[in-house]
């Protein structure tokens, strides 16, 4: 089974939480292909702030954020006893390690270009190696029809179909550093492939077990309807 994570940067923020994670990720790919994109979180939007304040442009900005999600990359393979050494930057770059033999049990990727999130990094690999299930790993729960921390009486989305989900996120807002759980280009990417995807809370990385499993409080996503 071949899963790809899209691991947000907000888990990647101290060495305890990243060998919490590490542990977690090396004992799914014993029975799993595993291919994990890290995010950027705090420091990324950070940086990304500071160089707007600096005049710098959403391109600009983007690369800023995406030297971070590598070097998240990094640090998580630091942790990783089963990992290829270096993050890929490149989805070809991933097969063709693969088709070389340099077979590890783990693949790590940052960002990769400008205009889109980590998470459309991940739905973008997803596709390209025929994943079986995409997981988001974020700080809430699954996908709301609103920022749930912003609004208490957001409502949560337990199954989605991918065209839903399109039109949910073809609302929001896409510039460097965005919080949006899932961004538009992703939900694209999602849609076409028809990789099944599920959003969780990443606070319990028991809990990615349970995703693999079909066991989770999050939001299931599917090509089609199962209402």
């Known amino acids: 089974m071949k899963v790809v994570i899209s691991l947000g940067g907000i888990f990647l923020k101290d060495a305890t939480r990243i060998k919490e994670i590490a542990e977690a990720l090396e004992e799914l790919a014993e029975s799993c292909d595993l291919y994990v994109v890290t995010g950027g979180g705090e420091i990324a939007r950070e940086c990304i702030k500071i160089a707007r304040d600096l005049g710098a442009n959403e391109a600009v900005c983007d690369y800023i954020g995406i030297a971070v999600t590598r ?4 640090l998580l393979i630091s942790a990783l006893h089963n990992a290829y050494p270096e993050p890929f930057s490149d989805y070809k770059e991933v097969t063709a390690a693969k088709a070389k033999g340099e077979e590890a049990k783990i693949t790590v990727m940052g960002g990769v270009s400008p205009g889109y999130t980590t998470d459309a990094v991940a739905a973008i690999l997803a596709e390209y190696v025929n994943a079986d299930l995409l997981i988001d790993v974020t700080s809430v729960d699954g996908v709301y029809d609103a920022d749930p921390r912003r609004y208490p009486d957001a409502r949560k989305y337990d199954v989605l179909t991918a065209k839903e989900l399109v039109a949910l996120t073809a609302k929001e807002e896409l510039k460097a550093g965005s919080r949006i759980v899932i961004d538009p280009v992703a939900a694209k990417i999602i849609e076409r492939s028809g990789i099944k995807t599920i959003v969780i809370d990443g ?25």
């Open 71 to 74: 070097i998240n990359a990094k």
């Open 203 to 227: 606070s319990n990385p028991r809990d990615i077990f349970g995703a693999v499993q079909g066991k989770h409080r999050g939001t299931e996503i599917n090509p089609e309807s199962h209402r």
